[in-house]
């Protein structure tokens, strides 16, 4: 579904960024990307999703080549940024409408989708009303609206559940869970690691910038550990090493 290849992509005047980063997320793979801030989670989404160019590597969604076919790739997954940004002057159908002619969703899908997550996610009867009047929650209600009226079989979550109730937290992740079961897959960072290990099959890890661990979370998180203690332990080794490079160069 998606593979990223040796991908490379650092910002002038700034060490951050990411370094020759290669995963590979299946089809039915729920794929948890975890680091600290800085770490070069965002920058990976955006090249992934086509808007943020890169220096080396691939990226292949379905096969195809972002770079080559940004098109048909973007027509494969939704992404929705940590802190969306949605047009406030439009009303939450006429956005929900804009995104859907945007992918060329017919009128009775986009009815019979935008009917049930609205439901699902208890914001119908807001959908008259303007963006800007909605709080932080809704607005992200809203994106995760968008993000699935085309139904797509990748979908990039920057995070997904910062902002949510607990209720919609739930509802999301049984829809997450439903997308992998249809054979989509699923790529997203989160600080909120014991979620991660509940509900992820895979994981990887990035510090400053270079791939830290990655694989199935069975295999990364032995019995008797949680995610939280390896992701300190990977971080902690990745400190020694990285400080003891430092001291050989002296």
């Known amino acids: 579904m998606l593979k990223i290849r040796h991908l490379t992509k650092h910002y002038k005047g700034s060490n951050k960024g990411i370094t ?11 794929y948890a990307f975890i680091g600290h801030n800085g770490a070069g989670k965002t920058t990976t989404l955006k090249c992934v999703a086509g808007i943020q160019d890169f220096e080396a590597g691939e990226i292949l969604i379905d096969g195809k080549n972002i770079r080559e076919e940004p098109l048909a790739c973007k027509r494969q997954l939704a992404y929705i940024p940590d802190n969306p940004d949605l047009y406030e002057y439009l009303t939450g159908i006429q956005y929900l409408n804009f995104t859907a002619d945007v992918f060329g969703v017919s009128q009775g899908d986009r009815q019979e989708r ?86 992820c099959n895979k994981v990887a890890i990035v510090k400053d910038g270079r791939l830290a661990a990655s694989g199935d979370m069975e295999e990364i998180v032995k019995p008797g550990f949680s995610l939280e203690s390896i992701f300190m332990e990977v971080v902690d080794d990745a400190d020694t090493d990285h400080d003891t490079d430092k001291a050989g160069t002296l």
Not at 119 to 130: Q, Y
Not at 135 to 145: D, E, F, I, T, V
């Open 20 to 30: 020759d980063l290669s995963l590979h997320i299946a089809p039915g793979d729920i």
């Open 114 to 199: 935008i009917r049930k997550y609205g439901d699902v996610f208890e914001i119908t009867a807001s959908l008259g009303d303007l963006v800007s009047s909605y709080s932080h929650g809704m607005k992200q209600k809203l994106a995760l609206l968008s993000a699935l009226v085309h139904q797509p079989r990748l979908l990039i979550l920057d995070e997904p559940f910062v902002g949510l109730d607990p209720k919609a937290t739930v509802l999301l992740k049984d829809i997450m869970r439903n997308i992998c079961a249809g054979g989509g897959a699923i790529f997203f960072s989160t600080h909120v690691l014991d979620v991660a290990e509940k509900l």
